[in-house]
């Protein structure tokens, strides 16, 4: 028997909501099956099941919040059916079937970006909500804070991805390395294949840089891995974290799961699958938790350049810049093209500079000849 | 269709696609993408949307011709 406990689906995240089950009890489950969903500063986040098992108990009832790690439910796994062995577990999880820090809360209803500034600037959502007569949207809390001084609430969640940041580049020797690339060819024959194509099927060059991120991380799998204890471990999965902006709310990095089995337009459909469930706040457990490492496209806000900080335990960051028309010698000729600069910051703990080197290369490979990528 | 016409849809399509937005942060002559932070993907579902709506559909050749709404309103407004 396993206790399912709170999953932390971020640094930020202290405490959720469970909103609402989607299993009973005496109900069979898979391992990766949403069984509740739970609603956070980031949205609603489905949450899964980590093995196959029978729901013993719900030890939670919907529309309470949690802490991290508070136990949810009680899952007999299922290749433990010893009965004596059950009998054995059962009497220390009577205990726990109250758990202490639960806190009841009525479920406000607020936008998941109202919900987040309002975290950041420390605005208390029950109080307006008592002033609101709808869902409290953005504009609701800016109007709110904007009364107030505008000091940032540093014990919430900018506070905590302020810990988490600090720790990283306390303990993480980063590396950062940068490589021009053009983009010229790629950009043409995205655009000569979309000229084909129906307007709902064409492909962003976003979808383009991270298919072509993603071969050159199954080139270089040394920076597709977590450092852990002094270990350097490499995964087999390809889970990159994707900076997505909630519009005028910060950032979210959900993961594009299992992006070593996509092609082109399994990535454009997921990409957008990502974003819009991102937005909405629809996000699922796993996506925030398995990570593998991180992808940040500054680029729709002009920045030219991106040397990120590495999210532990993964480690590397992909920055993948704005393209801008620049000058660009081929031969000895100097022409204009679209030119991307592409970074990346590594743990010189796991890997070396070679190896990020090696990295770019493959991306700048892949990059040059497009037609690989579909 | 009239030019108040194409605006009430690209308007409405904008704010289906970009919730938090409000109308009056639109502005006639503001480059949508920038002014809205409306990104690549939003922008392409914008574009999808109107497709269905009237049926013109932008290639990528012309997305500088539909980079303001007014730009837009006009461009639909010519093809429709």
Redesign the interface.
Known sequence: MSKFLMPSLGADMESAILMEWLVKEGDEVKKGQVVAEVETSKGVIEIEVFEDGIVEKLLVEPEIECDVGTPLALINSLNESSHEEELTVREPIEEISEPEKIVEKERIKASPAARKKAQELGVDLATLASKVDRTIQLKDVEAVASKDEKVENQNGMRGAIAAAMSRSNAEIPHYYLSTSINMTPALKWLEELNAQRNIKDRILPAALLIQASVKALKSVPELNAFYKDGSHLIRDEINPAIAIAIRKGGLITPALMNAQDMNLDKVMQSLDDLITRTRKGKLRGSEMMEQTVTITNLGDLGVERVYGVIYPPQVAIIGLGRIVDAPWAEGDTLAVRKVLQATIAGDHRATDGRTGALFLDKLNYFLQKPEELL | MTKEEITDVVIQQILEI?????EADIEPEENL??S???????F?KI??AM?EQLGV?????DYYKVDTLEHMVNYFFDRV
């Open positions: 970009a919730p938090d937005i409000e993408q920038s809205l932070e409306i990104d690549s993907f939003d392409l574009l999808t497709n559909e932008v290639p990528e050749v």
